[in-house]
């Protein structure tokens, strides 16, 4: 053969040789860089624990299989106040700390992801019984029990956490997603520290929940909704006409349902913010209305929702229509809420300060009579505190001289005191005896519809002339 075609053949078969090798090294690269960014997607860059993406992934592939498992889902109670007090690298630690807890104390049938902030998911498979679930957690809540030592300081970690069976509670990823996360925030409303399991009682009551998201979105786009007036009569400053709105709804079928019926679904659904602004900008065209009649001593009073008012962008809606309508200080008082601490106070009082070069005055609502609850908002922008009736009682004097104090501190303080829920003449004639500013009830008034204003304000003498009486 000539030497040629030899050297030829045996460059070929080098080339090929060397094509392969370096097509094996480019495969090999590229399946190793494909599963290091598959990793990365799927596992969680602080705790090292899989992903939401991954957890998701599993799920559906247990679904496919057929067999029981259980879903947990769990955040830790309180974790905002670690990152508040001590910072958020703090916060970072305590995580990490939890994925190892998980990493050391779950049996190989279980595994946890990190979900996002503080919120963590456990899967177990190969379960028979819900005592296999239960021995697992009661293990991990011995290993929660001991404190965590933090930059020095000794934590000790307590969660709320709900459990979904597959295929007993639900047989599809969503619902067993939704059952697990309702179940955790149920035990999170009832004495959180502990873990609770889904079950047809909470079901039914979830089940309940979602119609009555639905009622509410579809009462809203319907028109249903309105509002009524509960006349304050103003004790101090006879001239001026106040009436509290109350927001309400007029259900189709049911008639007037008061809105401490719906206002805890409202505000977790998220409509609570357009509720607030419709009852805002009623009673703010009625009292264009009414300046327009001729009538400019008359004053409203309403209650802002605590979980929204702290947003900016809730903020704005209000003051936008306070400022379209041109309220003055006096016509309209923004009733927020007392539950605020020590720690919030700072961005309490931008948000009042806010509302109030709105035109707004600023209540706080329902009051416990402590101390503390008033000097807290000392040096606040605040017009009044609303206190209820409730706290008096025929035969307790203690009662009676602690509202009493109290009234007098708020005085002392320059606070204006509104007492509400008057229902009969003895609470009527305690409340008298005390310096005390308006006053509400149904002794006094029934709430009526706010298309109704100028018959209230034909009777509002009359409303007068009732506590006269009483006196």
Not at 19 to 35: A, C, D, H, P, Q
Not at 387 to 408: Q, T
Request: glycine fraction near 4%.
């Amino acid at each position: 053969m000539n030497i040629e075609i030899i050297y030829g053949i045996i460059k070929g078969v080098v080339l090929v040789a060397l094509g392969m090798l370096i097509y094996r090294i480019y495969v090999s690269g590229t399946l190793k860089e494909n599963k290091l960014t598959k990793r990365q997607a799927y596992t969680d860059p602080l705790t090292g624990r899989g992903n939401r993406h991954l957890f998701l992934d599993v799920l559906d592939k247990l679904i496919s299989k057929k067999e029981k498992f259980a879903v947990c889902f769990m955040d830790l109670d309180g974790f905002k106040q670690i990152n508040d007090t001590m910072g958020h690298d703090a916060g970072d630690k305590v995580l990490i700390e939890l994925s190892n807890i998980f990493e050391r104390s779950l049996p190989q049938n279980a595994k946890s992801y990190r979900l996002g902030g503080d919120e963590f998911a456990v899967v177990m498979e190969n379960i028979k019984t819900t005592e296999d679930i239960t021995s697992i957690l009661n293990d991990l809540k011995k290993e929660f029990e001991i404190p965590l030592i933090i930059e020095n300081n000794s934590i000790n970690l307590e969660y709320s956490l709900g459990i979904a069976i597959y295929p007993e509670d639900a047989n599809n990823k969503k619902d067993l997603i939704n059952y697990a996360d309702d179940a955790m925030y149920y035990i999170k409303e009832h004495g959180k520290n502990n873990y609770y399991f889904h079950n047809k009682v909470l079901k039914a009551k979830l089940e309940n929940k979602t119609k009555m998201e639905k009622d509410l979105k579809q009462a809203y786009d319907n028109n249903e909704f309105g509002v009524l007036l509960q006349p304050r009569i103003n004790v101090l400053d006879k001239t001026n006409i106040s009436f509290e709105a109350l927001l309400y709804w007029k259900h189709p079928v049911l008639g007037i349902i008061q809105s401490e019926y719906f206002i805890k679904q409202a505000e977790e659904m998220g409509l609570i913010i357009k509720l607030d602004q419709l009852v805002l900008d009623t009673i703010c065209k009625k009292l264009d209305e009414m300046k327009f009649k001729g009538y400019n001593n008359v004053s409203f009073a309403m209650n802002i929702s605590n979980k929204h008012a702290k947003r900016k962008d809730f903020v704005d809606k209000l003051c936008s229509i306070l400022d379209e309508y041109q309220i003055n200080s006096g016509e309209i008082c923004l009733q927020l809420t007392n539950n605020i601490n020590v720690k919030e106070i700072d961005d309490f009082k931008v948000l009042t300060e806010r509302l109030k070069t709105c035109g707004a005055d600023i209540g706080i609502n329902n009051i416990e009579l402590r101390y503390e609850n008033l000097t807290l908002f000392r040096g606040l922008p605040i017009d009044e505190f609303r206190v209820s009736a409730n706290y008096i009682s025929e035969n307790n004097e203690n009662e009676k001289n602690l509202l009493k104090d109290i009234i007098k501190l708020a005085r002392d303080l320059r606070y204006h005191v509104v007492v509400t829920n008057i229902e009969n003449d003895v609470e009527l004639r305690e409340i008298l005896k005390s310096n005390i500013s308006k006053i509400q009830g149904r002794l006094i008034a029934d709430p009526v519809d706010i298309d109704r204003l100028e018959e209230l304000l034909e009777n509002y003498e009359k409303f007068n002339s009732k506590v006269k009486n009483i006196k």
